[in-house]
C-alpha cells in the first residue's frame, strides 16, 4: 500500500516539473518564431533590393527561405498573403490584415507583434525601393533587440519556473501523503 502512495506521490512531483516547463517551452517557442521573422525579413529586404521581383513573389521567397523544421506562423502568413497577393481579388490592405488576423490565431505571438507586422508589411509595396528597405532594416532590427530580450527573459526565468513546478509537486504530494 505504501509503494501506491510513492508512486503516487513521484507522478504529482513529475507532474508539478511538467507544469513548470510549459512556461518555458512557450519562451522558447515564441523565440524561435522571432528568430524565424527575424531571417525572413532579411531575406525580404534582399529580395526587395537586389532582387527585382514584384511584391507576391518577393514575400513568397522570403516565407520559402529557411526551410529546416516546421513553418512557423510567420512563414505560414507570408506564404498565405504571397499567395493571395498572385490571385489579386483583394486590396493590398485587406489581404495582409485578413492573412494576419487569421494566422495569429493560435500562437504565441503578443498583440503587439501582431500590429507592427501589420503595420510594418502595410508600408510594402507603396514608396520607391530605398524607403522599404530601409523600414525592413528598422523592423528587423527591432526584431533582433526583442530576440536578446526574450532569450535574457528566459534565461533569467526558466530555472524559476521550473523549480516552483517542481516544489508545488512535491507540495502536493505532502499534502497528499
Same mark, same amino acid.
Given at each position: #500500500?505504501?509503494?501506491?502512495?510513492?508512486?503516487? =506521490? =513521484?507522478?504529482?512531483?513529475?507532474?508539478?516539473?511538467?507544469?513548470?516547463?510549459?512556461? @518555458?517551452?512557450? #519562451?522558447?517557442?515564441?523565440?524561435?518564431?522571432?528568430?524565424?521573422?527575424?531571417?525572413?525579413?532579411?531575406?525580404?529586404?534582399?529580395?526587395? +533590393?537586389?532582387?527585382?521581383?514584384?511584391?507576391?513573389?518577393?514575400?513568397?521567397? =522570403?516565407?520559402? $527561405? +529557411?526551410?529546416?523544421? &516546421?513553418?512557423?506562423?510567420?512563414?505560414? @502568413?507570408?506564404? !498565405?498573403?504571397?499567395?493571395?497577393?498572385? /490571385?489579386?481579388?483583394? $486590396?493590398?490592405? @485587406?489581404? @495582409?490584415?485578413?492573412?494576419? $488576423?487569421?494566422?495569429?490565431?493560435?500562437?504565441?505571438?503578443?498583440?503587439?507583434?501582431?500590429?507592427?507586422?501589420?503595420?510594418?508589411?502595410?508600408?510594402?509595396?507603396?514608396?520607391?525601393?530605398? &524607403? !522599404?528597405?530601409?523600414?525592413?532594416?528598422?523592423?528587423?532590427? +527591432?526584431?533582433?533587440?526583442?530576440?536578446? !530580450?526574450?532569450?535574457? %527573459?528566459? %534565461?533569467?526565468?526558466?530555472?524559476?519556473? /521550473?523549480?516552483?513546478?517542481?516544489?508545488?509537486?512535491?507540495?502536493?504530494?505532502?499534502? #497528499?501523503?
Amino acid at each position: #500500500m505504501d509503494y501506491i502512495k510513492l508512486i503516487g =506521490a =513521484a507522478l504529482v512531483v513529475f507532474a508539478g516539473a511538467g507544469f513548470g516547463a510549459c512556461p @518555458v517551452h512557450k #519562451m522558447k517557442e515564441r523565440t524561435r518564431e522571432l528568430e524565424e521573422l527575424y531571417f525572413c525579413l532579411l531575406r525580404l529586404k534582399s529580395e526587395i +533590393n537586389h532582387g527585382g521581383r514584384p511584391l507576391p513573389e518577393a514575400i513568397g521567397a =522570403a516565407a520559402d $527561405s +529557411n526551410k529546416e523544421g &516546421k513553418p512557423g506562423t510567420y512563414r505560414r @502568413v507570408m506564404k !498565405q498573403l504571397a499567395e493571395r497577393l498572385t /490571385r489579386g481579388r483583394e $486590396s493590398y490592405e @485587406v489581404l @495582409v490584415r485578413t492573412c494576419v $488576423s487569421e494566422g495569429f490565431r493560435e500562437s504565441v505571438i503578443t498583440r503587439e507583434e501582431q500590429e507592427a507586422f501589420t503595420d510594418s508589411f502595410l508600408l510594402l509595396g507603396g514608396g520607391d525601393k530605398e &524607403k !522599404q528597405v530601409q523600414m525592413l532594416s528598422y523592423y528587423a532590427e +527591432n526584431v533582433r533587440l526583442a530576440i536578446a !530580450q526574450e532569450k535574457q %527573459k528566459k %534565461k533569467e526565468k526558466s530555472y524559476v519556473y /521550473r523549480s516552483l513546478g517542481i516544489l508545488g509537486g512535491i507540495f502536493l504530494a505532502v499534502l #497528499m501523503y
